[in-house]
């Protein structure tokens, strides 16, 4: 069963806006990650927060994790074309064994 | 470093019938974890592997068996195939728990 839910499910935007995505999950966690789609294939990973980070970058890449509310939102900035793809959270449990337990995701459009 | 590699990469099957995925991780990970991709139940965790043992198994039936080998390879096995087996199987390998994980481009297997 999928840990929680992201919103919004789609998300068109125009090349240079910023895309927020938003990701709930249900029980305590010991990381969650953030990975890409790209139109059926296989994932890739953009990154990961633990538990104790409240916030973290990479690139055009900024996640948040509240864990009081047990949510995370990752925001590309500044997006392009090539950023069009689903997005999803996946987080790694308390117990932290290797069981990812993914988002339904987010598709995001980025038009040219 | 070659990433994860998955064979095959597409797969038709028939129901009743038996199909066996392949997975390679990065070299120097010993954890290798499978997941299924599916349009109405998203990513759901089917197992994972950490030398040579099973360490985690998600909520399928029993028709669902792996396995990994002393050089990290897995191999998942789903018997007596049912039309709705057909999905996206992902295979992801890290260098261990708390790790980011790295997948493979999947293995496509339509089950008619």
């Known amino acids: 069963s999928q840990q929680g839910e992201e919103d919004p499910q789609a998300l068109s935007i125009q090349e240079g806006e910023n895309a927020t995505m938003n990701c709930s999950y249900k029980?305590?966690?010991?990381?969650l990650q953030w990975y890409r789609q790209n139109s059926g294939r296989g994932l890739v990973h953009l990154i990961l927060?633990?538990?104790?980070?409240r916030e973290k970058h990479s690139g055009r890449l900024r996640v948040t994790l509240d864990t009081s509310k047990k949510s995370s939102s990752l925001l590309i900035t500044a997006s392009r074309a090539a950023d069009t793809a689903s997005y999803f959270c996946?987080?790694?449990?308390?117990?932290?064994?290797?069981?990812?337990?993914f988002g339904q995701g987010t598709t995001l459009q980025v038009k040219p | 470093k070659a990433g994860v590699t998955q064979t095959p990469r597409y797969l038709i099957k028939t129901r009743g019938q038996q199909v066996t995925l392949s997975c390679s991780p990065i070299s120097g990970h010993r954890s290798v974890s499978w997941y299924q991709q599916t349009p109405g139940q998203g990513l759901q965790f089917l197992f994972e592997?950490?030398?040579?043992?099973?360490?985690n198994k998600g909520n399928f039936p029993g028709r669902f068996s792996g396995r990994q080998f002393s050089n990290s390879r897995s191999e998942m096995n789903v018997s007596t195939l049912e039309l709705g087996d057909s999905a996206l199987y992902l295979c992801a390998s890290n260098l261990g728990t708390g790790y980011e994980q790295y997948f493979g481009p999947g293995t496509r297997l339509t089950v008619t």
């Open positions: 029980t305590s966690i010991n990381n």
């Open positions: 927060i633990r538990s104790n980070e």
């Open positions: 592997y950490f030398s040579e043992t099973q360490r």
């Open positions: 996946a987080t790694i449990g308390s117990s932290n064994t290797g069981k990812l337990i």
